[in-house]
């Protein structure tokens, strides 16, 4: 639940400063991320949001919400979600009732009331989810320096690099592939490896991963088989609760996917069919005409 | 080559206004009666799909504007904003990071288009380099737009830009921060980029509008680069003819549009533009945005900082200069068998750099962009002056009609 840069991102930051004095200069001897070993590409999974028809699983997005809940957001924070959002169309969908229940477990400050005090009431639908931590520096102390990055867009903030000729594919019908951070998160949480391979020093705090950027990793191994209770029958296993959580943060990210693939799919039939019009209409007007 | 306007206002009030201010006469002889080569191909539709995401770009704009804050602390939770709690916000943000990229595809095609049947050379060079100032305004509009979410990306690519003004010498430094309204890039700067964002599409409207006029003394080129003889039979009117072939083509660019805006809406972005932009911490790899690739490599193709400014810029100027850089008197690649090779050489050389400028400068890949560079250079430069002197052209169609007779080959005139 710790996380943090990679030394890689530290180097990065370093070589930020230098950028700043001289940009060009350092563009032609830009540093390769990884410091240990090539990171290997994380396995594409298997998403009922993916491809042209697809569209999010709302018994794995409640699922993920679950693992969300009671493990990452002990940490991280999710700054864009509102409670709103789980009862909202295209997502979990929770009954109105239930997420009523559910912020109300949560205090949030608000104020200042009519004496000028802050205070603490009850959560609402409408509050934002409540940040583990006060600010970045309460994070960083509770978490051994390292910042646990935000969760609201963070599927959509990892990609993965295939190179040529593979992106030129992940655009096309048929090939797409918007799904990379999702792929990634469950990567990361099968990627822990409970002894660094020989030649890889570990400093105090740090965790091996095989799919992080650099390997090592403040964040502890997170979940693993067991850890969090299901009551709808689903496998209790640690590659599950890694897609359901994944699936959920991709929501998170992504909350608009579903209508926007509905959506979609029938301004791509109206266009046609437009074109085909259009494309009748030139040639009737252009049967005279020799060219 | 829009002749006197034989518009003829129909109602009493029509008559009354067009008497006062001719503007229905102007449009008539512009975009309907106007003779438009029978000849072209679908390659000729750009211009009509790039008039139609120039009005997309500004009306999503307009929308994101009502929605968007522009201010470090703000901008990248106003964007979050759009794209969960307005009404269809996240389809008019999508529609408008996905639509610069249409428009520079379009723009890419439509500038090949020009270079291959040779539409810049006489009479059309001042239509040719207005075209390369709408270019110039599109660059500078993107790369302001793209700062705007105020990611990682956003963040630093501006930083690396900005910068390179620092290379001019004696004044570079002095520029830079008068650019940025500080010492580095911050709020003065994105709020300034802002109000340009919002400024420059009205310039590229204004210098299209002279684009159009251009066009229209001079006259379109078309695939067998004669002009217009006889009105009669080289030409249609615009309108049915034109205006019909080009909606064809902007329903299946539309089409081209719409997939990525609704099932791949974050491929031609990078994912660090989703974290927000943090001053303490450089990505691994700073990338611009795919349309800037090609000249990003060229830019670091010269181990220079000052030489790599004078050497991107310098690509554009020779687009400038390509009206007189090319030296021969025949203007379509149809009757060009040397130029036709090298056209596609030429494009190759284009998408090679581009796929340069996304990979980090190591090894082979500086070698290959230096390369490509002195390439892109050395068409422009050499190859193109002497071809024209020693290529023996095909024999040219003594008009669009003939052309079309006998479909598009070259002919002997006849006597």
Redesign the interface.
Known sequence: MISK?SL??IA??M??AT??A????C???????ATSHVAPIPPPQDWSFAG?FGKYDQAQLQRGFQVFREVCSNCHSA??LAFR?LAEPGGPEFSIEQVKALAAQYKIKDGPNDAGDMFERPGRPSDYWPSPFANANQARTANSGALP?DM???A????IKRG?PWFIF??L?GF?Y?E??ADYIVALMNGYEDDAPKGVTLDAGQNFNHYF?GNKLMMPKPLSDGQVAYTDGAPQTLQQYAKDVSAFLMWT?E??LDV??K???R??IV??I??GL??A??KR??AD??? | MSGPSTYVPKSAIGRWFESRLPVMGLMHSSFVVYPTP??LNYWWTFGAILSFMLVAQIVTGVVLAMHYTPNTGLAF?SV?HI??DVNWG??IR?LHSNGASMFFLAVYIHIARGMYYGSYKAPREILWILGVVIFLLMMATAFMGYVLPWGQMSF?GA??IT??FT?IPFVGDAITTWLWGGY?VDNPTLNRFFSLHYLLPFMIVGVVGLHVWALHVVGQNNPAGVDIKDVEKDS?PFT??AT??D??GI??F??LY???????????G???N??VANP???????VPEWYFLPFYAI??AI?S?LG??IFMFGAIVMLVLLPWLDTSRVRSAVYRPVFKILFWVFIACVVGLG?LGSQ???GGA?LAARILTAYYFIHFLVLLPLLGLFETPKPVPASIADA??HGGAAEPAKA
């Open positions: 840069t890689g991102m990065a930051a070589f930020g950028l700043f001289a940009p060009i200069s563009l032609a001897e830009e540093p390769a991320a042209f700054d864009h959002n990055p609201s867009v963070l959509k903030a990892r990609g040529f992940e655009a019908p797409a918007q990379q951070g950027p990210a909350p608009k926007r693939k959506t979609g799919f301004v791509l266009l046609a437009l074109a259009f494309y209409t030139k007007i252009w005409v020799q060219h | 029978k000849n939770d979050e794209m969960r996240w389809m999508y630093w930083t690396v910068n390179l290379a580095s249609v049915p003819h019909m072939k909606s064809v329903a299946l539309l089409m719409c997939w990525f805006v609704f099932f791949v809406p974050n491929y031609l990078d994912p660090d989703y974290i303490m911490l450089t990505p691994p790899h700073i830019l670091r181990p900082k790599g400014v796929y980090p400068p190591e500086v079309v007779l």
